[in-house]
Structure formats: C-alpha cells, structure tokens
C-alpha cells in the first residue's frame, strides 16, 4: 500500500482532545482553582486555543483516554467543563477568522512523547 493511504488513515486515527470550560472566578480562591486548572492542562501538553478553550494532539484514541483521564481527576468542584475529541481531519476542516478575514491555517505543533 502506498503512504497517501497510511497518511489519510492517520488523520481519522488520530485525534484532537479539546476542553471547553467555564468556571467561577468571583473571589480570590475561585480564581486560583480556575487559575490551576488551565495550568494542570497547560502542563498536560495541551494549548490554548482562545481563554477557555484548550487543545491537545493525540496520535490515538488510548493516548487521548490517558489525557481525558486526567483532566476527569482534576476537574474543579465548582463550574462546567466539556471534553470533546475529533479527528485530524475533522479538526483540518476548521476554519478561523480574526475579525472578518479567514487566518491562515496553523501547522500542528509537532509533539515528542516520551514512553
């Protein structure tokens, strides 16, 4: 087989893990539980793709359950927070716009993983 077929199989293998959160952040100490979950997930290799909205690359669906996990242990008494995963491809098909015109598309930072 050739390596366009491989390459096309990776990106519906591989996903994207995205948390949407919104969080109380009225008094001080609600502010520092908001403030240590965004750096739990910023030290768990995920990005921030607006203030609260983070992403993360994961090369398959075990690696994505690992970092889901951790942020299901961590998730704040107080406050909502989603978890979503696409795919590669899914998550290529996004389009962005600053203001009215369409950003140019992003190059995924590329990830060591270390086992």
């Given at each position: 087989?050739?390596e366009?077929?491989y390459s096309?199989?990776?990106?519906?293998?591989s996903l994207?893990?995205?948390v949407?959160?919104d969080?109380?952040?009225?008094t001080?100490?609600?502010?520092k539980?908001?403030?240590?979950?965004?750096?739990k997930?910023?030290d768990?290799?995920?990005?921030?793709?607006?203030f609260s909205?983070?992403?993360?690359?994961?090369?398959?669906r075990e690696?994505?359950e690992?970092h889901v996990k951790?942020?299901r242990?961590?998730l704040?008494?107080?406050?909502?927070?989603g978890?979503?995963?696409?795919?590669?491809?899914q998550?290529?098909?996004?389009?962005v716009?600053?203001g009215t015109?369409?950003?140019?598309?992003?190059?995924?930072?590329?990830?060591?993983?270390?086992?």
């Amino acid at each position: 087989m050739d390596e366009r077929f491989y390459s096309r199989l990776n990106q519906y293998r591989s996903l994207w893990v995205l948390v949407f959160f919104d969080l109380p952040t009225e008094t001080r100490k609600e502010r520092k539980i908001a403030t240590s979950f965004r750096k739990k997930l910023l030290d768990d290799g995920f990005a921030m793709f607006q203030f609260s909205i983070y992403m993360r690359f994961c090369a398959s669906r075990e690696n994505a359950e690992v970092h889901v996990k951790r942020i299901r242990k961590n998730l704040p008494k107080k406050g909502k927070v989603g978890i979503m995963q696409i795919t590669d491809r899914q998550f290529g098909l996004m389009e962005v716009f600053h203001g009215t015109k369409l950003a140019e598309k992003e190059q995924p930072v590329q990830q060591l993983e270390l086992f």
